[in-house]
Every structure is written in C-alpha cells, then in structure tokens.
C-alpha cells in the first residue's frame, strides 16, 4: 500500500483547509485510513479515523471543527479542516491500516505511511 498525502499550506486563523490522502497498491486490504499530526516538540498525535464501515472518530480538539470522509471511486480519504486555529499547525501525515490473512486465514494486520504535509496557521 502506498499513500500520497497532499493538500497542506498556510493559512490564516479561522481559515480551512481540505488535506486528500491518495491510495494505491493492495487498497482491498484497507481495513482504516487516519490522519494524525505532529507538532514540533509534540508527540504524534490521532487526529482523525475512519473506518471501511464508515465509523469515524476524532480527537476532542478537532470536534466539530475537523471532518474525516473518504471517496472509494477516487481511492482517496479527505481532511476537511475548518476554524483553523494556531495551535493546528503541525505536518499531518496519513495512515492505513491493513488486515490480510494467509492461506491459512492466519490473519495480518499492517500500518503504512504516507509522506507528511505541513499545516501551518499564521497570521
């Protein structure tokens, strides 16, 4: 599985953003796709998840402000960032989360990366 993340830039407080992460590769194995961020000094966060059954979750900071939706004809889950404030600024990277399972049904589970892509909120 591949992911290119895209969609970051600068923005002025109060401002939005929509952030696409692209996938490409063994996408039927897919089982959730999230974005987290990292700030500097900061410990990677979860920002958002959705699952293939369409549940989501977010981090308390984002509710309500943050929506997480995916486009399965486009291979593609979105980050819509709204109410943009300071102390989003981070590079926001996505993840996908893998189930496979051997001839045996010996189930696999993996974690694949894409490249990060920097939010920065300034005024």
């Known amino acids: 599985v591949q992911l290119q993340a895209s969609g970051g830039g600068l923005v002025q407080p109060g401002g939005s953003l929509r952030l696409s992460c692209v996938a490409s590769g063994s996408i039927s194995s897919i089982n959730a796709v999230g974005w987290y961020r990292q700030a500097p000094g900061n410990q990677r966060e979860l920002v958002a998840r959705i699952t293939n059954g369409g549940s989501t979750n977010y981090a308390d900071s984002v509710k309500g402000r943050f929506a997480i939706s995916r486009d399965n004809a486009k291979n593609t889950v979105y980050l819509q960032m709204n109410s943009l404030k300071f102390e989003d600024t981070a590079v926001y990277s996505c993840?996908?989360?893998?189930?496979?399972?051997?001839?045996?049904?010996?189930?696999?589970?993996?974690?694949?990366w894409g490249q990060g892509t920097q939010v920065t909120v300034s005024s």
């Open positions: 993840r996908a989360e893998t189930l496979k399972y051997t001839a045996e049904e010996v189930p696999i589970v993996g974690a694949y």
